[in-house]
């Protein structure tokens, strides 16, 4: 079993409409929790970060995490071209990052 | 407030070459991590330093290898390159707090014929 698991891409949606992308992970004890946005051609970018159970908003981006089911979310509300890039999931266990495949989501004008 | 900076952004080496990758942190981070990235394989971690002790060691071979010195920038080395080796090398700085996010470098392209 992979250490962290995205769902499958790519995502492809329509300009205004919301972008949902999940990801779980094995880990039962992991504490941290991060969304990175990657362009391609370009290095991972910080958007999100989660520790605790329930929603965190920033701007158009939610994260949700649940610790029980080993389940993280990203939302992206009112989704712009600008938004079409690779969004990995990682999560920080014993002072590294492990990574989901990642999710490419590709934004429709 | 400087990023994270890696130099130099591309290298093209020849097999059985060696190569050394560096990286300096955002001001006043101690914690230095490297990553590997390729197509197949994603993103996976090669170690992480702090105060010039390495903490963890991702499941990559001795040919892979890294340091870190007082002033915190950290250097990676790979010996007897193999075209395999050819990736996007990433180091990322992290604050101490562990609630602080890692910050990407630009990368290293590495190019291995």
């Known amino acids: 079993q992979k250490e962290v698991e995205q769902n499958s891409g790519p995502l492809s949606v329509p300009e205004g409409a919301i972008a949902s992308l999940n990801c779980t992970y094995s880990?039962?004890?992991?504490?941290?929790f991060f969304w990175y946005r990657q362009y391609s051609g370009k290095s991972p970018e910080l958007i999100m970060s989660i520790y605790s159970n329930g929603d965190k908003e920033d701007g158009r981006f939610t994260a949700q995490l649940n610790k029980a089911s080993q389940y993280v979310s990203l939302l992206i509300r009112d989704s712009q071209p600008s938004d079409s890039a690779t969004y990995l999931c990682?999560?920080?266990?014993?002072?590294?990052?492990?990574f989901g495949a990642g999710t490419t989501v590709t934004v429709r004008a | 407030k400087a990023g994270v900076t890696q130099t130099p952004r591309y290298l093209i080496k020849t097999r059985g070459q060696q190569v050394t990758l560096s990286c300096s942190p955002i001001s006043g981070h101690r914690s230095v991590s490297w990553y590997q990235q390729t197509p197949g394989q994603g993103l996976q971690f090669l170690f992480e330093?702090?105060?010039?002790?390495?903490?963890n060691k991702g499941n990559f071979p001795g040919r892979f290898s890294g340091r870190q010195f007082s002033n915190s920038r950290s250097e990676m080395n790979v010996s007897t390159l193999e075209l395999g080796d050819s990736a996007l090398y990433l180091c990322?700085?992290?604050?101490?707090?562990?609630?602080?996010?890692?910050?990407f470098g630009s990368g290293t392209r590495l190019t291995v014929v």
């Open positions: 990682a999560v920080a266990n014993d002072y590294k990052l492990s």
């Open positions: 330093y702090f105060s010039e002790t390495q903490r």
């Open positions: 880990d039962r004890g992991s504490q941290s």
């Open positions: 990322a700085s992290r604050g101490d707090t562990s609630n602080y996010g890692y910050t």
